[in-house]
């Protein structure tokens, strides 16, 4: 018993860790910045479908991240908050894994502007806008990758 929460507390730890790494290569390759904002760690938003412990790992990942990356007290909250809710909703939708990105994807879209507003980079009239272009990063990062992700796990799993 007490060897599982260890090894839980590790692949907890290693998700968080590979969320960081993933987010940092997306900012030194300038895929994070711009219109449209695509930060590869979002893929592993789905792995809550395998394992509740990616749950703590996505979101302590998510609030380091933000933290290295210059984030804003809105993006470390609300932010990682959205990151939060989609893998919380992802983890509920197992049974469904090719679903498990739609949370994601619908918590970012419609926060993560909140927060670009509330930061000063935007005015409310822009939150529309902005809905729209990281809603598309998120389709790319979560949606694409994190099905990929899935599709992968899924035909490895069946082996």
Avoid: H
């Avoid at 507003?117 to 979560?142: K, M, P, Q, R």
Wanted: glycine share 8%.
């Amino acid at each position: 018993m007490k060897n599982t929460k260890i090894q839980n507390l590790a692949r907890s730890a290693m998700i968080a860790a590979m969320y960081v790494a993933l987010t940092l290569v997306s900012a030194s390759l300038g895929l994070s910045s711009g219109a449209i904002q695509v930060r590869i760690s979002e893929a592993l938003c789905v792995l809550p479908v395998f394992m509740p412990e990616a749950i703590p790992g996505v979101t302590v990942g998510c609030f380091i991240a933000n933290l290295l990356t210059g984030g804003t007290v809105w993006d470390l909250t609300l932010g990682v908050l959205a990151t939060l809710i989609g893998a919380v909703i992802a983890r509920l939708l197992r049974r469904f894994p090719y679903a498990a990105s739609v949370p994601t994807i619908l918590a970012n879209t419609f926060i993560i502007p909140w927060v670009l507003i509330l930061s000063g980079f935007f005015s409310a009239e822009t939150y529309l806008l902005n809905c729209l272009t990281v809603g598309i990063g998120e389709v790319i990062s979560c949606g694409v990758f994190g099905t990929v992700l899935i599709w992968y796990l899924l035909k490895r799993k069946k082996k």
